[in-house]
C-alpha cells in the first residue's frame, strides 16, 4: 500500500528545535526525492524543502530536510511563533505513478 | 514572478460538472507541467494528477479516472480542470500547482468548490 504517515500534531516551545517525521515506503521515500510543504489554514501551501533537503529562495536556514530509507524528517530550529502552520510531506510514488501527500502535521508553538 | 491565477468559487448540484481554469504567467508555460490537487474541509492534500503543458499528455490519479479531465490553452498559458458526476464528496478548494521535479513548487490561491442540492 502506498502511503505517506506523518503524526497529526506536534509543539514545541519558542527558540526550542521539533522534528516532523515522514514515513513512506520502497516506492516513494526510498527511491524518490522528499518534498516539505507549510500551509497556513485558509491560505495555499507554500514550498519549504524541495530534493528532499533544499531550500527555495527566502526560506530561512532554521529549516532543515533529511532521509533516510523510506522515512523523511523536517526540523525547525529556533521555533517561533509564526512557524504554527500545518506542515506536509510528499514524494512521488512509481507503483501509483503520482504525487502522494502525507496527512500533514499541525504544529503548534506553545 | 511566477504566478497562477485561479478562476473564483463555484456551487455546483449533485452530478453536475465544474471546470476550473489557471492562469500562469512569469515563466516559459511549456516548460513545466500543471499539477491539480484538492483539500477537502480540514483534511488534507489529495493529488488529483497533472498534464504536460508542452504536449497536453495526462496522467491522472486512479480513483478520478473517467471523472476527471485537464487540458492546456497554450495561446492564453491557461489550463483547466474538469471535474464531473459530482458528489457531495467532490466539495473541496482545488489547488493548480507548477510541476518540478519531485512535487510542484509554486501554486494558485484555490478555488473553493462547493457541491449542495
Known amino acids: 500500500q502506498s502511503v505517506l504517515t506523518q503524526p497529526p500534531s506536534a509543539s514545541g516551545t519558542p527558540g526550542q528545535r521539533v522534528s516532523i517525521s515522514c514515513s513512506g515506503s520502497n516506492s516513494n521515500i526510498g527511491v524518490n526525492t522528499v518534498n516539505w510543504y507549510r500551509q497556513v489554514p485558509g491560505t495555499a501551501p507554500k514550498l519549504l524543502i524541495y530534493n528532499t533537503n533544499q531550500r527555495p529562495s527566502g526560506v530561512p536556514d532554521r529549516f532543515s530536510g533529511s532521509k533516510s530509507g523510506t522515512s523523511a524528517s523536517l526540523a525547525i530550529s529556533g521555533l517561533q511563533s509564526e512557524d504554527e502552520a500545518d506542515y506536509y510531506c510528499a514524494a512521488w510514488d512509481d507503483r501509483l505513478n503520482g504525487l502522494l501527500f502525507a496527512g500533514g502535521t499541525k504544529l503548534t508553538v506553545l | 514572478q511566477v504566478l497562477l491565477v485561479q478562476s473564483g468559487g463555484d456551487v455546483k448540484e449533485p452530478g453536475a460538472s465544474v471546470k476550473v481554469s489557471c492562469k500562469t504567467s512569469?515563466?516559459?508555460?511549456?516548460?513545466?507541467?500543471i499539477s491539480w490537487v484538492r483539500q477537502a474541509p480540514g483534511q488534507g492534500l489529495e493529488w488529483m494528477g497533472w498534464?504536460?503543458?508542452?504536449?497536453?499528455?495526462?496522467n491522472y490519479a486512479q480513483n478520478l479516472q473517467g471523472r476527471v479531465t485537464m487540458t492546456t490553452e497554450t495561446s492564453s498559458n491557461t489550463v483547466y480542470m474538469e471535474l464531473g458526476s459530482l458528489t457531495s464528496d467532490d466539495t473541496a478548494v482545488y489547488y493548480c500547482?507548477?510541476?518540478?521535479?519531485?512535487?510542484?513548487?509554486?501554486w494558485g490561491q484555490g478555488t473553493l468548490v462547493t457541491v449542495s442540492s
Open positions: 498534464i504536460s503543458t508542452y504536449n497536453g499528455n495526462t
Open positions: 512569469g515563466y516559459t508555460f511549456t516548460t513545466y507541467s
Open positions: 500547482a507548477r510541476v518540478r521535479t519531485g512535487g510542484v513548487d509554486y
